[in-house]
């Protein structure tokens, strides 16, 4: 029995990386799933901005906090706005793999 002493010590030493690594590929996801949902607002504030006669894409990017304004795109095309967006990432080709796009359209008015 004083053969174990310490085993338990051993085996959440070797199960740290795995648990950080599951941490941050979850957190990551969660990051991911936020820009979509940031994403979706801009393009809509961009539809309703095309709408009454502004700009979409100024509206599209004043939607978003300060943190995107650098990994935004928007394309307006038609009636149709369009916003990729990179979630935050430690690393930059992860975000790039994981990037979100949402367009949101209006029609004009009859």
Same mark, same amino acid.
């Given at each position: 029995? =004083?053969?174990?002493? =310490? @085993?338990?010590? *051993?085996?959440?030493?070797?199960?740290?990386? +795995?648990?950080?690594?599951?941490?941050?590929?979850?957190? @990551?996801? !969660?990051?991911?799933?936020?820009?979509?949902? !940031? %994403?979706?607002?801009?393009?809509?504030? #961009?539809? &309703?901005? !095309?709408?009454?006669? #502004?700009? +979409?894409?100024?509206?599209?990017? =004043?939607? &978003?906090?300060?943190?995107?304004?650098?990994? *935004?795109?928007?394309? *307006?095309? #038609? #009636?149709? *706005?369009?916003?990729?967006? !990179?979630?935050?990432?430690?690393?930059?080709?992860? %975000?790039?793999?994981? +990037?979100?796009?949402s367009s +949101?359209?209006?029609?004009? %008015?009859?």
């Amino acid at each position: 029995m =004083g053969e174990e002493r =310490g @085993q338990a010590s *051993v085996e959440v030493v070797a199960a740290l990386p +795995a648990l950080l690594l599951t941490a941050i590929v979850a957190l @990551q996801l !969660l990051a991911a799933g936020y820009a979509m949902t !940031l %994403a979706d607002g801009a393009a809509e504030a #961009g539809a &309703l901005a !095309l709408a009454s006669g #502004g700009s +979409a894409a100024a509206a599209a990017r =004043g939607a &978003l906090p300060g943190w995107a304004a650098e990994d *935004v795109a928007v394309a *307006v095309e #038609g #009636g149709t *706005v369009t916003v990729r967006l !990179l979630p935050p990432s430690p690393l930059r080709s992860l %975000a790039d793999r994981l +990037a979100v796009t949402s367009s +949101a359209s209006v029609r004009p %008015a009859r």
